[in-house]
């Protein structure tokens, strides 16, 4: 008879734990698990770029988007066509509707193609103040700004896109993603989110799937206006485990191409 081999059997069942989580994993991003997703969302959300905030609360549109589109420099029926496009698929990702509008007053978010020498004219005109958003104007090639109440709905927007300072440091096509996008209640950049259009250092232009799951769990019903910190953490496995129970972070690959731009420019 063969002699036991305690130590041999221990080695066998380690491998094979191993073998199995391996397997488990396969398929699985990164991105994809809850914790990355928790983490990210607190970063991007729940702080804020140029500004340090001391109790910072979770920010969102309550109300239907109306875009008002103005352009004075390029090609303004292109221009109009891409953000049309890409608001759709916000409309999409988060259920909120999102349509145009000719009338200045009844707009809500204020869209502005210009040249980098009228940036400052159009700040004063549509955000206020220059001097009090200087950081943003030295640094950033396009803005976007955006006013909140008391209950942490976001009341009004604007995004001023220089459009030959942005095409020459070749971030047109992102300055209307990102922006817009920020606007939706996502207002920081954080180079620990990765893929994300929210990270200053990556490649991406377009949505990423994290860019869409951030997207998908601000919207949740399961989160609410005005939240801090340690409210949007209690419920952040609800909003996960809806978000495995519809299929949305094993699909997010495929689901975030649908009526995107990157898939409506055939790339």
Same mark, same amino acid.
């Given at each position: 008879?063969? $002699?036991?081999?305690?130590?041999?059997?221990?080695?066998?069942?380690?491998?094979?734990?191993? =073998?199995?989580? #391996?397997?488990?994993?396969?398929?699985?991003?990164?991105?994809? #698990?809850?914790?990355?997703?928790?983490?990210?969302?607190?970063?991007? =959300?729940?702080?804020?770029?140029?500004?340090?905030? =001391?109790? /910072?609360?979770?920010?969102?549109?309550?109300? /239907?988007?109306?875009?008002?589109?103005?352009?004075?420099?390029?090609?303004?029926?292109?221009?109009? %066509?891409?953000?049309?496009?890409?608001?759709?698929?916000?409309?999409?990702?988060?259920?909120?509707?999102?349509?145009?509008?000719?009338?200045?007053?009844?707009?809500?978010?204020?869209?502005?193609?210009?040249?980098?020498?009228?940036?400052?004219?159009?700040?004063?005109?549509?955000?206020?103040? $220059?001097?009090?958003?200087?950081? =943003?104007?030295?640094?950033?090639?396009?803005?976007?700004?955006?006013?909140?109440?008391?209950?942490?709905?976001?009341?009004?927007?604007?995004?001023?896109?220089? @459009?030959?300072?942005?095409?020459?440091?070749?971030?047109?096509?992102?300055?209307?993603? %990102? %922006?817009?996008?920020?606007?939706?209640?996502? /207002?920081?950049?954080?180079?620990?989110?990765? $893929? #994300? @259009?929210?990270?200053?250092?990556?490649?991406?232009?377009?949505?990423?799937?994290?860019?869409?799951?951030?997207?998908?769990?601000?919207?949740?019903?399961?989160?609410?206006?005005?939240?801090?910190?340690?409210?949007?953490?209690?419920?952040? $496995?609800?909003?996960?485990?809806?978000?495995?129970?519809?299929?949305?972070?094993?699909?997010?690959?495929?689901?975030?191409?649908?009526?995107?731009?990157?898939?409506?420019?055939? %790339?």
């Amino acid at each position: 008879m063969t $002699p036991f081999n305690l130590s041999l059997c221990r080695t066998l069942v380690l491998a094979l734990g191993l =073998a199995l989580a #391996s397997t488990l994993s396969i398929g699985q991003e990164r991105w994809q #698990s809850d914790q990355y997703i928790t983490d990210s969302f607190l970063k991007i =959300a729940l702080q804020r770029e140029y500004r340090e905030t =001391a109790n /910072p609360k979770l920010i969102r549109w309550e109300q /239907p988007i109306k875009l008002y589109f103005q352009s004075e420099a390029g090609d303004a029926s292109f221009q109009k %066509e891409l953000l049309s496009v890409h608001a759709q698929h916000l409309s999409y990702i988060t259920g909120l509707p999102i349509d145009f509008t000719d009338d200045v007053k009844q707009a809500n978010i204020y869209t502005i193609f210009t040249q980098y020498d009228r940036i400052e004219d159009r700040v004063r005109q549509y955000i206020g103040d $220059p001097n009090r958003i200087r950081a =943003a104007l030295d640094e950033a090639i396009c803005l976007g700004n955006f006013s909140i109440n008391k209950r942490g709905e976001i009341l009004r927007g604007a995004i001023i896109i220089p @459009v030959d300072y942005a095409r020459q440091k070749a971030r047109f096509l992102d300055c209307i993603i %990102e %922006e817009i996008t920020q606007l939706m209640g996502l /207002p920081n950049d954080s180079n620990d989110v990765f $893929p #994300s @259009v929210f990270n200053d250092v990556s490649v991406d232009t377009y949505l990423s799937p994290l860019d869409y799951l951030l997207l998908k769990t601000l919207y949740s019903p399961r989160l609410q206006t005005n939240m801090d910190v340690p409210q949007v953490l209690a419920r952040m $496995p609800a909003v996960l485990s809806d978000l495995h129970a519809q299929g949305e972070i094993e699909n997010a690959t495929q689901n975030s191409l649908r009526y995107s731009l990157k898939r409506y420019l055939g %790339e």
